[in-house]
């Protein structure tokens, strides 16, 4: 590392970045190319001699940008939002500079104590339950992804089942979710080895808005602990990735604290959320919750990526997750008197997680952050407003956070044609490269989803996004 190659390279590249989010809005919000397309713009292999920097940012603009799907352009309303900000990217760089590998305490202290100080202050800040704060037997860690967060609880909870029944239940232990559950918990029972058939989804309708019902989850426990299996892990969600359901916490966590049952929530996205005041309540019962998970790179201004999962006995997860190599052994953590986040996490190595979510909550503030989550909120209201008022739409799930549900109504009473309809229009408006948006299915519904996050998004570009659905829903209509 040369630092003054890095100054000059570093301002030339910043230049570059700035330039990308100063013309971010005139490139195609989707990606138009089609498959391969990049491997006949791209020699077949690495160069000899070194390009230079020129070379490299020049081939970034005309190859490889065309290719990317502009998550932070303002008018990419698909999925949830993956935020960037100043103060996320300037962490980041500060993380890449300093490219430290903080798995033990001792392999950098500042990066292990950082995040459980920065982790504490936004638990304060959530109003979660002091049992998460790392200055009891809880505390926070940052995970890569809300996939990581459930596979090492899920990890955690069933090696603490198993010390009490013996490893050979396994294929008793049974887990709870709904259909309206990500399937990162799906994928983590696999990984941790949880017999498919012992996997509960659990049906959900309209007519709780696509929450949980304890009662079915109650039901569903006798029945599975009469017939001798072993009820040992819920996923509730607040938000979930169709609709933003929120299940019901404090009713859910009573269930699960009365069966000895781990219970995990899934905030990824509408966690963030509820560091407003008046949003709060969507978490209300969390205390019941063992674990608790929200993505910071969602909807809080900071770089992907940043899951933030926090426990409240971190001794479960370090049971299920430490090795203590001879090449590793150190007097601090053999004295056990700090942290060693790499017995919290899959992987040994871990950059500078923090800094990026310290630079997020220093630069904002707290009071900035709920005002940039309550703009997300009126927006969404503001398209929510513009979709009721014209009569060839509908609502199909109630809004409440920046997620709009809605659908175009087809002339044909015919279920399919309807959802061919959706289909078609979701395609004709994202191929004009104006807007993006995604869907989802509901009561067999193909339902198109509108979610507002983008940190450059304005009023502006939501009343053009709804220009551009009439638009395409009035050509697709004149064609029926
Ligand atoms: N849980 C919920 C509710 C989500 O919406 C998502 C993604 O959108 C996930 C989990 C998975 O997130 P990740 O990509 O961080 O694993």
Redesign the pocket.
């Known amino acids: 590392m040369n630092a003054e190659q890095l100054r000059e390279c570093g301002h030339r590249m910043v230049d570059f970045i700035a330039d990308y989010y100063k013309d971010i809005e005139n490139f195609p919000v989707l990606s138009q190319v089609q498959p391969g397309y990049l491997r006949q713009l791209l020699p077949g292999s690495a160069p000899v001699h070194p390009d230079t920097l020129e070379d490299v940012l020049d081939d970034m603009q005309r190859k490889i940008l065309p290719g990317v799907t502009h998550w932070q352009s303002p008018n990419f309303f698909a999925?949830?939002p993956s935020n960037s900000s100043v103060a996320g990217f300037l962490g980041e760089m500060l993380s890449a500079g300093i490219n430290m590998v903080g798995f033990s305490w001792i392999t950098s202290p500042a990066a292990t104590e950082l995040e459980m100080i920065v982790l504490d202050w936004l638990a304060k800040a959530l109003n979660l339950p002091d049992d998460f704060l790392s200055t009891g037997r809880g505390g926070g860690v940052i995970q890569?992804?809300?996939?990581?967060?459930?596979l090492v609880v899920l990890l955690a909870a069933r090696d603490k089942v198993l010390r009490k029944i013996g490893k050979d239940a396994i294929g008793k232990l049974v887990v709870y979710s709904s259909d309206q559950t990500?399937s990162?918990l799906q994928k983590a029972c696999q990984i941790a080895g949880i017999h498919p058939d012992n996997c509960r989804v659990l049906k959900t309708d309209s007519s709780t808005d696509y929450a949980l019902s304890p009662e079915s989850l109650s039901e569903a426990i006798t029945h599975d602990l009469a017939i001798g299996l072993v009820p040992f892990f819920l996923c509730a969600?607040v938000?979930?990735?169709s609709s933003t359901a929120v299940d019901p916490l404090l009713a859910l966590g009573k269930i699960t604290k009365s069966n000895g049952i781990w219970f995990h929530v899934?905030?990824?996205?509408?966690g963030s959320s509820c560091v407003c005041p008046e949003l709060r309540h969507y978490i209300d019962g969390v205390e019941e919750a063992d674990s608790f998970n929200m993505?910071a790179?969602?909807w809080f201004l900071t770089n992907f990526?940043c899951?933030i999962l926090w426990v409240k006995d971190r001794s479960a997860l370090i049971q299920s997750l430490s090795t203590n190599p001879e090449f590793l052994k150190n007097n601090a953590s053999e004295k056990n008197v700090v942290v060693d986040y790499k017995d919290w996490q899959i992987p040994l190595g871990r950059r500078f997680r923090s800094l990026k979510l310290w630079m997020v909550l220093r630069l904002y503030g707290l009071e900035n952050l709920q005002a940039y989550i309550r703009n997300h909120i009126k927006l969404a209201r503001d398209f929510e407003e513009l979709v009721a008022q014209d009569s060839r739409f509908e609502i199909v799930a109630p809004r409440k956070f920046s997620l709009v549900c809605f659908r175009l109504l087809s002339p044909q009473s015919d279920e399919d044609c309807a959802n061919k309809l959706n289909r078609d229009l979701l395609d004709a408006a994202n191929s004009t490269g104006k807007i993006y948006i995604s869907h989802t299915v509901l009561s067999n519904k193909y339902t198109l989803r509108f979610a507002v996050g983008a940190p450059l998004t304005e009023e502006r570009h939501v009343v053009d996004a709804w220009k551009v659905l009439q638009v395409e829903a009035s050509n697709l209509l004149r064609t029926l």
């Open positions: 999925y949830y890569g992804t809300a996939s990581e967060a459930v990500h990162a969600t938000g979930s990735t899934d905030a990824a996205y509408a993505n790179h969602k990526d899951s």
